[in-house]
């Protein structure tokens, strides 16, 4: 399933000048050789560009290509690899794959040339993951973490740890089989310094993945309030865009409504939803249930109060209700109240009508705080800027959880003078948690979920 030689577009579909398609395998360069005249790449060097036809079966010529030759071991796959430019648009492209795949290539699946990257040792799991959240990376912050972890720093981090305890792992697993002479290979004082170590590290890779998944997830906030308290005119107000429908009678959303914006390099993604009310029509019912669900599954509620109503006790109940995982209290409609009115303790106050238009945005101080409160409650503020320590995968967070937490095992066994055995075992747990990671351990099933992810080409 993993062998031959594979064929795809590595651009998108649709017009454009050109369109690139990359081959990698065996075949590669005797498939391109077989399609393409005015070229002889298998008489070429390594790394060399070629001007040439692509032919059909009748010799007619399809398109003006260039072709790119990169010999095994020296290309990105570790294979032969061929990369075909021609012309874009939906044909031309098209024509030249089906060529090379008569020829003898197969269309590739998702992630195909990365993981054969991966297999020939160009790069680690980590590594090749990190070419996926460059593609899918949906904001400048998350692109400069994704291109920070494909340099590799990240993945040194925790291999160099992993070498260094493995090292220790096996002097303590020598000392075992030396059980009657009560010998001591393991360096005791390297042992202990390892652990501290290992703590701070893990520690701080895991504390790194509250703000790393900001960057992979972005943050989800929903609005939540009474009917009529101004949250799709906050909504609208937030993304600068007319969404959601605003009327001065109650209940005028019903469905939850997204819209996303970017703030300061932090995608963010709005949901107003219905207002919270106790009774009502069944569709009022259901859109309150919405809400709800909304709320339970967002990062962070943004919950507005109708300043001059006041919260009431229907609001915290429905609050105490959801139990979400951070809340931004704001009172809205500030116009409405007497200059010397404060919100309370620890809420905002807005008036968002005025939010909308830029000189009221300037007069009210604008939504500027709303908008930090929520990156604070969100937990997009206050990270490490080392985009290297920064954990942005939830499969990685797992990983690192449970290397930590196998190390925290380790260091109060090993401080509390138990055997040797268990001390190894759970520093092995540590060894396979982190191999994980960097793909030194792996299987199949983790493999193809990983490259499932891919887009074909890539
Ligand atoms: N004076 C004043 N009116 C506001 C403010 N914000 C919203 N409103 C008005 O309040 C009314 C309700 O606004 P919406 O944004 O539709 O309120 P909502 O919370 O989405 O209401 P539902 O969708 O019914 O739950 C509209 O007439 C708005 O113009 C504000 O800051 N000050
Ligand atoms: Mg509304």
Redesign the pocket.
Known sequence: MHEGTIVALATPRGQSALAVIRMSGPEAISVADRVLSGVDLAASESHRLHVGSVRDADGAALDQVVAGIFRAPQSATGEDVVEITCHGGDVAATLVMSRLVEAGARQAGPGEFTRRAFMNGKMDLAQAEAIADLIHARSERAHRVSVAHLYGRYSELIRSFREDMLDLVSLIELEMDFTDEDVEFADRRRLDALLERGLSLLGELEASYRYGRTLSDGIRVA?A????????????ALVGADR???????????DSIEAESLVDGHRIVWV??????ASGSAIEAEGVERARRVAVGADVVLY?V??KAGMLDVERQWLAGVDAAAYVMLY?????MPREWTPPQGSLA??????VSEAGAAERGGLQPVLHAVLEAGGATGATTDEHRTVTSARHAAHIRAAHEALRRAANAFRSGVSQDALSMDLRAVLDELGMITGEITNEDVLARIFSRFCIGK
């Open positions: 609005i309030g009474r009917p009529n308290a101004g949250k799709s005119t906050l909504l609208n959601a429908i605003v009327s001065a009678e109650a209940g005028t959303t019903r107003d939803t219905a207002g919270v009310r507005v109708d300043a809205n409609k500030r116009d409405l807005v008036s968002a009508t005025s939010a």
